[in-house]
T-cell receptor, first 116, second 115 residues
Framework: AQTVTQSQPEMSVQEAETVTLSCTYDTSESDYYLFWYKQPPSRQMILVIRQEAYKQQNATENRFSVNFQKAAKSFSLKISDSQLGDAAMYFCAYRSAWGGSEKLVFGKGTKLTVNP | DAGVIQSPRHEVTEMGQEVTLRCKPISGHDYLFWYRQTMMRGLELLIYFNNNVPIDDSGMPEDRFSAKMPNASFSTLKIQPSEPRDSAVYFC?????????????FGNGTRLTVT
């Protein structure tokens, strides 16, 4: 079974600075998808960014980018120019690309604090 | 689109009572998922459906939990009888298989408190 590990339970960053959240995963599959979700205090789960394993280019979405290292099974999230609204729990998630395996497996999350 | 709609947003009940959580997925989505979130265990998948058929219920903790999807636009998660350890936030999510990297779209969750 696939597992996702987020080794940083909490992180903090100064407003306008850059922070990187770590995620590693374990799988024997060659094709899969990786996601980062944000959960603010409102508890809504918001998709931040997604990456497909066969794509070598790292995904970017505005201030959010990933460093995808397939051989190392690492999928870190970089937030640039951090804003107060970025404060939230961040979850890394894995999904198999095999048909019929649509479920997401989540890490335990990293709580990000943004200091003014 | 209104997104995934869950009700109620909060539920407080006494131990032993039956609890029913409801979910309306995004129209056109063919997968529906029920997750439970607790501080200790994080986000756990309880069960998921494809085209209204349960595919994997291995995450359902015990027989007190049951889930149904009578049609493409409605699903329920029932706990009977409820226990204090069932207190958690329960999320419903849906997705569309036709998009290769389709993410899950989550509802706002139901916070269940069993006293």
């Amino acid at each position: 079974a696939q597992t996702v590990t987020q080794s940083q339970p909490e992180m903090s960053v100064q407003e306008a600075e850059t922070v990187t959240l770590s995620c590693t995963y374990d799988t024997s599959e060659s094709d899969y998808y990786l996601f980062w979700y944000k959960q603010p205090p409102s508890r809504q789960m918001i998709l931040v960014i997604r990456q497909e394993a066969y794509k070598q280019q790292n995904a970017t979405e505005n201030r959010f980018s990933v460093n995808f290292q397939k051989a190392a099974k690492s999928f870190s999230l970089k937030i640039s120019d951090s804003q107060l609204g970025d404060a939230a729990m961040y979850f890394c998630a894995y999904r198999s690309a095999w048909g019929g395996s649509e479920k997401l497996v989540f890490g335990k999350g990293t709580k990000l604090t943004v200091n003014p | 689109d209104a997104g995934v709609i869950q009700s109620p947003r909060h539920e407080v009940t006494e131990m032993g009572q039956e609890v029913t959580l409801r979910c309306k997925p995004i129209s056109g989505h063919d997968y529906l998922f029920w997750y439970r979130q607790t501080m200790m265990r994080g986000l756990e998948l309880l069960i998921y459906f494809n085209n209204n058929v349960p595919i994997d219920d291995s995450g359902m903790p015990e027989d007190r939990f049951s889930a149904k999807m009578p049609n493409a636009s409605f699903s329920t998660l029932k706990i009977q009888p409820s226990e204090p350890r069932d207190s958690a936030v329960y999320f419903c999510a849906s997705s569309f298989e036709g998009i290769r990297d389709s993410p899950l779209h989550f509802g706002n969750g139901t916070r269940l408190t069993v006293t």
